[in-house]
Structures are given as structure tokens and as C-alpha cells.
């Protein structure tokens, strides 16, 4: 079965950078998105980002747009997420999705991923 393992969270003061990595292993053979969401407490699961098969084409949730970079290494099936200039307001658990069918559209559902890791936490001070 596919695994996905997020790493990188913790605790950061406001303005300060994370990385979190998510670690793919079993039959993937290409992912045709990679996406980042995330979910605080009492909240639905948000999308955060997402990165297609190349790099080249990415989406990202107008509160973490220009704050936030998603990237990816196919050879290395690795997919990560920069975020800069935390807030506060970026607290939650950072889940790591997988794709590996695509078709039209945007990938900013949950529901259109099919696996998903354990998630990482992410909590900035202010």
C-alpha cells in the first residue's frame, strides 16, 4: 500500500519558517498531485496547496499565497512545503495527499485524493 509520512512541524514564533517534507513509499509510480492541507481544531480539513506531476504547474490557498511554496522531487518521491512568515493563524495539523489518477480541473479537494499520511503539527506563536 502507498504511505505518506509527513515530518518538519513544530512550534515557531510568528514571522518565523517551517519545511515539511512528506515521504512517499510503496507502488507509486507517479503521483499526478501532490497536495498539502491542513485542519485545526474544529475545523474542516482546508486545502493548502498542491504541485502536479512536473513542478511546473502549483495552486495554493489564497491565505498562504506568497507566504507558502510547494515543491516536489519525483526521483526522490518527496514532496515538501515551504512556509515563511507564519501567523498564528497557520496552526493546525499539515496532512500530505497523493493523487496518483489526476484528471481536469483543480486538485483543491480533499476528495480528490486517495491517500493521505498520518500529519505533521505545525503551531506558531504569537
Known amino acids: 500500500q502507498v504511505q505518506l509520512v509527513e515530518s518538519g512541524g513544530g512550534l515557531v514564533q510568528a514571522g518565523g519558517s517551517l519545511r515539511l517534507s512528506c515521504a512517499a513509499s510503496g507502488r507509486i509510480i507517479r503521483s499526478y498531485a501532490m497536495g498539502w492541507f491542513h485542519q485545526a481544531p474544529g475545523k474542516e480539513r482546508e486545502f493548502v496547496a498542491y504541485?502536479?506531476?512536473?513542478?511546473?504547474?502549483?495552486d495554493y490557498a489564497d491565505s498562504v499565497l506568497g507566504r507558502f511554496t510547494i515543491s516536489r522531487d519525483n526521483a526522490k518521491k518527496m514532496v515538501y512545503l515551504q512556509m515563511n512568515s507564519l501567523k498564528p493563524e497557520d496552526t493546525a495539523v499539515y496532512y500530505c495527499?497523493?493523487?496518483?489518477?489526476?484528471?481536469?480541473?483543480?486538485?483543491?479537494?480533499?476528495?480528490?485524493?486517495?491517500?493521505w499520511g498520518q500529519g505533521t503539527q505545525v503551531t506558531v506563536s504569537s
Open positions: 504541485v502536479k506531476w512536473s513542478g511546473a504547474s502549483t
Open positions: 495527499a497523493s493523487d496518483p489518477v489526476g484528471g481536469w480541473g483543480n486538485r483543491r479537494s480533499p476528495n480528490q485524493y486517495d491517500y
